[in-house]
């Protein structure tokens, strides 16, 4: 091989396990000890951090550097590289501008091949539409906060708004979530005694950490389990508080579309079951209502008794509407 297609060899086998051996390098490449030594060389020139490794058959170890040197990928790195930058516009993390200036210089230097498999996935990343924009958490925040849970280090921060004289939040941070475009840290508050989420676009870390702690066990084990129930307002032991079973005139597939957390299973062409929870009894009798089909309630009865009290409700409001219209004599 010529030296610049040797380089690239050595290179792309260096970074495919943590240590070499000079002998076993140089039988992959086919080359002799004493060029192996050579082109280890030429790389650390370049830039790359290559530390030589004592013992009888003596080696080579990739090391990280203070600079990011060129990089080598396989085919399948390289376009899973791609459609995570393409994702990242969503995050909400403060790093669209800088994946997609990623994006682009990965998507200029690769092969044809590569090129055309990105470009026939037309991804298309949308973010949910919001009441009102969601705040961008500060990438410097979500790498302290990572930096703290990897370390396992009492975190302390203040969380806005941050009223008067207000002591700093201490945490023992556990994980780093994304819910509904916005990132969450999920940790122990050391102060309420309590699991507790907070909004990583409202923290202001303060340094230094406190000591270091032994992780606890998260309710349920799950993370994404735990979050969920936290915001569907339950302890984490069950899901949806309140949960119930209806059947509807109407066709599984169009309920499907507009039922998030459900459960449909199809009863016919146009009659379907969904079971499907709720923060509330009248809550989850108004959604239910909101498919706009009869309904039959399979239970329990605090969801007959919620569709009673909406009933009265609705037909209260309606009655004075037609009063309100109703000529004066």
């Known amino acids: 091989?010529?030296?610049?297609?040797?380089?690239?060899?050595?290179?792309?086998?260096?970074?495919?396990?943590?240590?070499?051996?000079?002998?076993?390098?140089?039988?992959?490449?086919?080359?002799?000890?004493?060029?192996?030594?050579?082109?280890?060389?030429?790389?650390?020139?370049?830039?790359?951090p290559i530390r030589a490794l004592k013992g009888p058959d003596g080696g080579y170890r990739l090391d990280a550097g203070t600079e990011l040197p060129p990089l080598l990928f396989d085919d399948e790195q390289a376009v899973a590289l791609a459609v995570a930058l393409q994702?990242?516009?969503?995050?909400?993390?403060?790093?669209?501008?800088?994946?997609a200036r990623a994006l682009h210089t990965v998507r200029r230097v690769m092969p044809a091949r590569l090129r055309h498999r990105i470009d026939a996935l037309h991804i298309t990343a949308v973010a949910r539409p919001a009441a009102r924009p969601n705040p961008q958490a500060d990438s410097g925040v979500l790498l302290a906060l990572g930096a703290a849970i990897h370390a396992c280090e009492v975190l302390r921060f203040d969380y806005a708004p941050v009223e008067f004289d207000t002591p700093p939040r201490r945490v023992q941070p556990h994980h780093l979530v994304t819910w509904g475009e916005?990132?969450?840290?999920?940790?122990?508050?050391?102060?309420?005694e309590d699991w507790r989420t907070f909004r990583a676009d409202r923290i202001t870390p303060r340094t230094p950490t406190g000591p270091?702690?032994?992780?606890?066990?998260?309710?349920?084990?799950?993370?994404?389990?735990?979050?969920?129930?936290?915001?569907?307002?339950?302890?984490?032991?069950?899901?949806?508080?309140?949960?119930g079973e209806v059947v509807l005139d109407?066709?599984?597939?169009?309920?499907?579309?507009?039922?998030?957390?459900?459960?449909?299973?199809?009863l016919g062409p146009n009659r379907c079951r969904l079971v499907m929870g709720s923060w509330s009894w009248p809550?989850?009798?108004?959604?239910?209502?909101?498919?706009?089909?009869?309904?039959?309630?399979v239970g329990p009865p605090e969801l007959a008794t919620a569709f009673a009290h909406l009933a009265h409700r609705y037909a209260a409001a309606a009655r004075s509407i037609t009063t309100a219209a109703r000529p004066t004599p």
């Open 1 to 48: 091989m010529k030296t610049s297609a040797r380089l690239l060899s050595l290179l792309s086998l260096l970074q495919a396990r943590r240590d070499w051996p000079g002998a076993l390098l140089a039988e992959r490449l086919d080359i002799s000890p004493r060029t192996v030594r050579r082109d280890v060389d030429r790389l650390r020139e370049l830039g790359y």
């Open 87 to 99: 994702l990242a516009t969503t995050t909400g993390a403060g790093i669209e501008e800088a994946a």
């Open 250 to 266: 109407a066709p599984a597939a169009v309920v499907r579309q507009y039922t998030r957390d459900g459960i449909v299973e199809e």
């Open 283 to 297: 809550g989850l009798a108004a959604a239910i209502g909101s498919f706009d089909a009869d309904i039959e309630i």
């Open 212 to 243: 270091r702690f032994a992780p606890r066990e998260l309710p349920g084990g799950d993370v994404a389990a735990f979050v969920a129930n936290r915001f569907q307002g339950s302890d984490g032991a069950g899901g949806w508080p309140c949960r």
């Open 182 to 192: 916005r990132w969450y840290l999920v940790a122990w508050d050391l102060d309420r």
